[in-house]
Nanobody, 125 residues
Framework: LVQLVESGGGSVEAGGSLRLSCEAT?????????MGWFRRAPRKEDEGVAM???????SYLDSVNGRFTISQDFAKNTLYLQMDKLNPEDTARYYC??????????????????WGQGTQVTVSS
């Protein structure tokens, strides 16, 4: 049974930072899966934010590139998203996702087969 459990969301002011965590069970060793984050905001389409592939190659949504960093700790079975210089446009519910198939980049993350329950991020101006 694959389970992804996100944590670390919260409310911050613009310019602040948060680190999201996603504890994964049922699928590690993580190297067999591609992992990523996507976000969902009211009245907007789901948006892929970041992806890390089996070789550790990362890709990012243009608007977060340079501010967000995706990483994973295989020993802890955990995926992370470090988010710096947050702005109100980053406000959304963030989901961790995983899939064993091939995907090209972050745009594909909303199509992954396994999701968590999400964690809310709210950035005030």
């Amino acid at each position: 049974l694959v389970q992804l459990v996100e944590s670390g969301g919260g409310s911050v002011e613009a310019g602040g930072s948060l680190r999201l965590s996603c504890e994964a069970t049922g699928l590690y060793s993580g190297s067999k899966y591609i992992m990523g984050w996507f976000r969902r905001a009211p009245r907007k389409e789901d948006e892929g934010v970041a992806m890390i592939d089996r070789d550790g190659k990362t890709s990012y949504l243009d608007s977060v590139n340079g501010r967000f960093t995706i990483s994973q700790d295989f020993a802890k079975n955990t995926l992370y998203l470090q988010m710096d210089k947050l702005n109100p446009e980053d406000t959304a519910r963030y989901y961790c996702a995983a899939d064993p198939n091939y995907y090209r980049d972050y745009k594909d993350v909303p199509d992954f087969g396994y999701w968590g329950q999400g964690t809310q991020v709210t950035v005030s101006s």
